[in-house]
């Protein structure tokens, strides 16, 4: 298992402004929208060190965007390091509401794998009271069936796709 790299409380520091004006400006967003789905998979097939390096650098020419910071804390918890994925999106500060509200959905789901059902559970709460999306957005949907007993995933479930299965349905 990979640790996280540079460290702010044993995860990469949030950056608040882009390196340079170039730097975000020198990448068009359908290369950061593939650069992002690289990360993911790299993340996915458990290539967590490229995966941190792709967010951190995404991080770094999108600073005020929340998809790097989810990329990062996507990795941490596919490695079952999700205290990490917590402290990063808690340390990560958005201005824009869309962004705000994308990272606190996605901390209700790492506080869950965290084992703090009930943080998640008031973070995600807080996020459907106070959102202006309407039920049909799949940010709010994916709120809701995070708090939905019934679907809630345990841990295992992420890195163990037919955990999640009952045992007689189970490939042997």
Known sequence: MTEPSPRLGGVPAPLKTAVSEQT??????????????????????????????????????????????????????????????????QATTLTAPQEHEQLQVWLGFALQQAGSPHAAQL?????????????????????????????ATPSHALHEPNSALPPTQRPL
């Open 24 to 89: 975000a400006l020198v990448f068009q967003e359908h290369e950061i929208r593939t650069l992002t789905e690289i990360g993911f998979l790299a993340a996915g097939q458990g290539h967590f060190t490229q995966a941190e390096h792709i967010f951190l650098g995404l991080s770094k020419l999108r600073p005020q965007k929340a998809f790097p910071f989810i990329g990062l804390a996507v990795t941490y918890l596919n490695q079952r390091l999700a205290q990490h994925a917590v402290t990063l999106l």
């Open 123 to 151: 973070i995600l709460q807080q996020f459907i009271a106070s959102s202006t999306l309407s039920e049909n957005e799949p940010l709010q949907q994916l709120a809701r069936g995070l708090l939905a007993p019934s679907r």
